[in-house]
């Protein structure tokens, strides 16, 4: 069992930055994928950036690449997501989640593949 708890989220000005934080309880953490999903008012939750168990791989939306970066730290049971240059269109509530299954190397996109959810975080960008 897994519980996430995100942090970080606020509201900021287009082309400011801003830097996720996803606390994960149990020992098991470190030995699952982690993704960074997000969902707009009215759309459905979309993949933003994902990383493998070990952290040795990372996949990116295209809607995000070279703006955001996804790391973490096993020590400190965390996942981050920084993210620079940000746009309006970036407004969402942001979520991590942990893979279903432990171990995987391929990073999932699917909402479905993630059995561990946070409670979510506003980032809201002003134009």
Known sequence: QVQLVESGGGLVQAGGSLRLSCVGSGRTFRSYGMGWFRQAPGKEREFVAGINWIGGSTRYAD??????????????????????????EDTAVYYCAADDTSFRIVIATEPGRYGYWGQGTQVTVSS
């Open 63 to 88: 809607s995000v690449k070279g703006r955001f970066t996804v790391s973490r730290d096993n020590a400190k049971n965390t996942v981050y997501l920084q993210m620079n240059s940000l746009k309006p």
